[in-house]
């Protein structure tokens, strides 16, 4: 066990080997391919493909509403994946994404309407930020209460707290955080103008993105260059060394799923203030897991899961168009997203070798 | 991956993102203008005047025995109507903003006409309607209305407090049973105004509700069914997107049946008593009919439209042929005191489950009071989370 | 009411035992495979769709158990040939299952099967309590009876339980005694795939008669997240899987008694029982996880 360790990180810091371009031949190739099968499949359902990925590309980058629209889905599935990536440098593996949002928009929610209503914008928003933070933490720390405490690995306990998550939420948007004047309609009040996120005109987009961005900038800094990202990685290679080294590991495990939860929650925050305005029983759905997969897309690292939370947002957005113009179920670009997926993860470690 | 990889990956992404943005750089200018636009310039045309094309949302699939395949109906009839316009739809769109992206798309494909046709669709529509005023939206189960934006939906409490009649007579235990989905307020007054229909006949009856927190799951709808069944209830009804498992899990366990939404007779030869359904194709039709003329606004459909029973908009479907030609005839009876206007399901007294009087001796809510319940009637088992 | 409550912990719970049973064997192997709720859903199509075609529940268990090993084997192949991370590749399965299912399952939904029905044994049936609750269910039902206890036998005491066990638990040994432990691995990963998938079936062709998109609904993730409760052993997965089938119908039932508790907090129990029969178990010990899948818990095995 030890000794495998010792080579994974060997080998991750091996410099390329000799050829330098056949393995970018062969990426271009591979990147491709996910698509070309996806194309085949389409074609035997009189869908031309090429139309397909035609529009794909035009309303992503065709106009300022349709890029907007992407960048709107990529924000929360940037965070949700630092969520994942974060945990996974320090050897953890976070599913619970998806949940950590959901407590996330609940805790924003709630002091949204009942505490910060009054609040000039400049409070207001930082405050609310901290507030879904805040629950994306606490719902991540009762994952890692249970690793540090009971042995209990975190993939399975954060996996099954998602579905804890969304009954949470439902029971505070069919109780408490009822709007009054939403004639007993499950969702909450709508938060104050003041609090609502900035948004580019025309579109939909807000100013959600520079904040995702920053925060993989923060992530980024601190796992390259300080001392604390130094400890994190030694933690995800090699336990024992970390252990050995005498770091404490519990509480360095029970800092990062915290940490990562935060940044959950920060999703939730940014899709309450954002774009939903109130919460509703299926805020944020699937992201999540859209973040969990980004970021192994990603491999684990922040900046290049900006682009792979792109690429994810544009395939979920391209669904729509897709059913739209073509009367397949959306749900088939599941089937691309995983067919990409399966190609990233089929050839990732050959990537590395 | 090494760094060097990495960072050659990226500036190739890099390189194709600038190249195809550079690309469509022309594109770009006229998109916002069209957005700003629609607010100003075109205000004149009326919404949804010469529509080429109509859009749909579905929040579930369309062929669920239930809801959306009432509504999908309701769109095949639109199809029908007017061959020479584009029907756009869309299955499965989730109740979140999610579902504005999807109406921006059906209107960039020329949709100026569209139904959001669940409750949870409201406020994205209202967004993208504040966006579009030429797009007229019809919209299903909601109480908010916009300039170009009107709800539309049907008094199914009035067929169902006839099927809780039918049920009433029809149990031998009194023991009914209502398999909900959460507690909304169209769910409270359908299984209010079955257990006042059942109790109409049958003063002992009692209607057990069970919550599934889910529209459409199947495995907990077997499970709730089979509950209810075991603890003696003989007539199962429901208020679930999909309603098949409920209907054949009672079948096969030899329980009788109350359809909602669509007619499925044909899953319980046995055991079907009625059931609640809608017909909105003639709507759909006078509704397109009527935004494509220009006369949207001051048209009965720009605010807030209910199909009563006696407008045929909902209905109740024909017994099942194990119900007795006397308990038919009963219900029919009844039936045409609804549309008479004689009889009224709601007149006070109503007391709620704790006792407390709801609507007093004398009152007759309004529709609006109705369609806000937040309350269970006395005779109904079961907890709302408060 | 106690009688019920066991009918339907037995009713609910046999689609979740069938895919724990296969998760079990893939684990013990050193694979743990997220994806069993794609497989279930594949399983749950598959074994629906021959059942429409053919009318015949039998071939549908097999053509469910079919689907659930097909795409059990992209896990098999990525994980094993290509060294992909497990809990990636199986999150993956999950999200492939249900794009996949619901595209090809659209006209399945409102079409009608007989399937399997409950066919009380005879004699047994009669006997108080306990026939109500153990002998008056479909044949899948009773499958599961046989299965848990075959899988135990096969397990610990035959040489391929031995050789599988081995597998999860000391490659080296394998190696030594000429055996090639990949293909093991692929066995058992394809093997827990079709047990999924069965479990699948037993939702949708014996249970609801019903194929609905993603109606799975994380059954398939309790599975795994049963298997570690029971510290891989077969007759405790069962247990668990009751136990999870118990609390959702014991949700229903108090739901019926008008007690004064929201159903939300109802829903969450079975999530939450999980959890806490998790955390009581694992915290006592952990000496029983499969060294294989310690590695991939800890992250130092594949990246």
């Given at each position: 066990?030890?000794?495998q ?121 930082p ?6 933070a ?31 998550a969304v ?41 959600g ?67 939903e ?21 990603a491999w ?24 739209i ?29 | ?10 500036g ?26 629609a607010?100003?310039g ?48 869309s ?8 579902a ?18 669940s ?44 099927a ?78 999909c ?20 007619n499925?007779?044909?899953l ?12 909105w ?5 006078d ?8 006369e ?54 109503v ?23 937040d309350f269970l ?10 | ?23 079990l ?45 097909l ?27 249900m ?39 479909d ?16 397990l ?18 394998l ?69 999870f ?24 129990v ?16 952990r ?7 310690r ?9």
């Amino acid at each position: 066990m030890k000794q495998q360790a010792a080579a994974a990180s060997t080998l991750a810091t091996r410099p390329l080997g000799r050829n330098r371009w056949k393995p970018l031949g062969i990426q271009a190739g591979l990147i491709a391919a996910p698509f070309l099968l996806f194309g085949l499949f389409l074609m035997f359902y009189d869908v031309n493909p090429i139309s397909l990925y035609g529009s794909m590309i035009s309303s992503t980058f065709g106009d300022l509403y349709g890029f907007g629209e992407v960048l709107i889905k990529a924000t929360p599935i940037i965070l949700t994946g630092l969520a994942a990536a974060l945990p996974a440098r320090a050897g953890m593996i976070n599913v619970g994404g998806e949940g950590q949002l959901a407590i996330g928009a609940l805790f924003a929610t709630w002091f949204a309407v009942f505490y910060l209503h009054s609040m000039p914008f400049w409070l207001g928003i930082p405050l609310m930020l901290i507030a879904g933070a805040l629950g994306g933490a606490t719902w991540a720390g009762i994952t890692a209460f249970l690793k540090v405490r009971g042995n209990l690995n975190e993939t399975i306990s954060s996996l099954l707290l998602n579905y804890v998550a969304v009954f949470t939420v439902g029971f505070f948007v069919h109780g408490l955080l009822k709007d009054p004047e939403s004639f007993n309609w499950p969702f909450s009040p709508e938060i104050a103008a003041t609090l609502r996120l900035p948004i580019v005109n025309g579109t939909r987009l807000h100013v959600g993105i520079v904040i995702a961005l920053a925060l993989v900038a923060v992530v980024w800094y601190v796992l390259k260059y300080t001392r604390l990202g130094f400890r994190i990685r030694v933690l995800g290679s090699n336990n024992l060394a970390a252990e050995r080294a005498g770091f404490k590991v519990s509480w360095m495990q029970v800092g990062v799923l915290l940490a990562a939860g935060a940044l959950a929650g920060v999703a939730g925050m940014i899709e309450i203030a954002g774009i939903e305005g109130r919460l509703r029983p299926a805020t944020g759905a699937n992201y999540g897991y859209l973040g969990f997969l980004a970021a192994w897309m990603a491999w684990n690292s922040p900046i290049r899961l900006v682009f792979t939370a792109f690429i994810l947002g544009m395939i979920t957005v391209a669904g729509n168009s897709l059913e739209i113009s073509s009367g397949l179920p959306s749900s088939s670009v599941h089937i691309l997203m995983g067919l990409v997926l399966f190609f990233l993860l089929g050839i990732g470690r050959r990537f590395s070798r | 991956m090494s760094m060097k990889t990495s960072s050659k990956l990226f500036g190739l992404v890099l390189a194709l993102v600038m190249l195809i943005t550079g690309c469509s750089q022309p594109g770009v200018t006229p998109a916002p203008a069209s957005g700003a636009n629609a607010e100003g310039g075109e205000a004149s045309a009326a919404p949804g005047t010469d529509s080429p094309a109509v859009g749909f949302i579905f929040v579930g699939a369309r062929d669920d025995f239930g809801y959306n395949q009432a509504a999908y109906l309701g769109s095949m009839a639109v199809e029908k109507a007017y061959p020479d316009m584009k029907v756009l739809r869309s299955e499965n769109v989730p109740e979140t903003a999610e579902a504005e992206r999807v109406m921006e798309q059906m209107i960039k494909d020329g949709a100026k006409i569209i139904f959001p046709t669940s409750y949870g669709h409201l406020d994205p529509a209202l967004n993208v309607a504040k966006r579009h005023p030429d797009v007229a939206f019809f919209h299903q189960g909601g109480l908010k209305t916009a300039e170009n934006l009107g709800t539309y939906f049907g008094t199914i409490w009035e067929p169902v407090y006839l099927a809780g009649v039918a049920a009433g007579k029809m149990s031998e235990s009194g023991k009914l049973g209502y398999i909900v989905s959460v507690p909304i307020p169209q769910v409270l007054l359908n299984v209010n105004a079955f257990q006042l229909g059942a109790q109409s006949v049958n003063p002992d009856a009692t209607t057990s509700v069970v919550f599934t927190g889910s529209w459409c799951d199947p495995g907990q709808q077997a499970n709730a069914a089979n509950s209810l069944i075991d603890s003696g209830v003989d007539v199962l009804s429901q208020h679930q997107d999909c309603t098949k498992t409920v209907i054949e899990t009672s079948e096969r366990r030899g329980a009788m049946t109350i359809g909602y939404h669509a007619n499925a007779a044909t899953l319980a030869p046995q055991g079907w008593i009625t059931g609640s359904v809608w017909n909105w194709s003639d709507l759909f039709v006078d509704m397109v009919d009527t935004a494509i003329k220009g006369e949207f606004k001051g048209s009965k459909y720009d605010g807030k439209f209910r199909g009563r029973l006696s407008e045929n908009i909902v209905q109740l479907t024909e017994m099942g042929s194990e119900v007795p030609d006397d308990v038919k005839q009963f219900v029919e009876e009844k039936k045409a005191e609804l549309v008479a206007g004689t009889l009224s399901p709601f007149a006070g007294p109503v007391l709620d489950q704790a006792g407390e009087v709801r609507f007093a001796e004398g009152e007759e809510p309004t529709l609006d009071e109705l369609e806000a319940a937040d309350f269970l009637v006395q005779g109904v088992i079961g907890n709302i989370p408060k | 009411m106690i009688t019920d409550i066991l009918t339907g912990a037995i009713r609910s719970g046999t689609s979740v035992m069938y895919a724990s049973q296969g998760e079990l064997i893939s684990e013990r192997a050193g694979v743990i495979n997220l994806g069993t709720e794609g497989s279930m859903l594949c399983g749950a199509l598959g074994g629906f769709a021959v059942t429409v075609w053919t009318g015949n529940p039998w071939l549908g268990t097999l053509a469910g158990g079919l689907c659930g090993l097909l795409i059990s084997m992209i896990h098999a192949f990525l994980v094993l040939t290509c060294g992909a991370n497990q809990l990636a590749t199986g999150l993956t399965i999950m999200f492939f299952g249900m794009g996949i299912t619901s595209f090809f399952g659209r006209g399945f939904v409102s079409e009608q099967i007989v399937g399997f029905n409950p066919v009380p044994i005879p004699l047994l049936s009669e006997i108080p309590f306990l026939g109500k609750v153990l002998f008056n269910h479909d044949p899948l039902t009773y499958l599961s009876f046989i299965l848990v206890p075959l899988l135990w036998y096969l397990l610990f005491r035959t040489r391929l339980g031995v050789i599988l066990r081995a597998t999860g638990e000391r490659e080296d040994v394998l190696f030594a005694s000429g055996i090639n432990p990949q293909l093991i691995r692929y066995a058992a990963v394809l093997a827990g795939g079709f047990l999924a998938g069965v479990g699948g079936v037993q939702l949708s062709v014996a249970f609801t008669h019903s194929w609905v998109e993603n109606m799975v609904q994380g059954r398939g993730v309790v599975a795994v997240a049963l298997v570690i409760f029971a510290s891989w052993l077969p007759f405790r997965a069962m247990l668990g899987a009751y136990l999870f089938g118990a609390a959702q119908a014991l949700q229903l039932t108090v739901q019926q008694t008008g007690l004064g508790i929201s159903p939300f907090f109802l829903f969450m129990v079975p999530y939450i029982l999980t959890l806490a029969a998790l955390y009581i178990v694992e915290r006592k010990k952990r000496s029983q996880t499969p060294e294989a899948l310690r590695k991939v818990f800890t992250g130092t095995s594949a990246g």
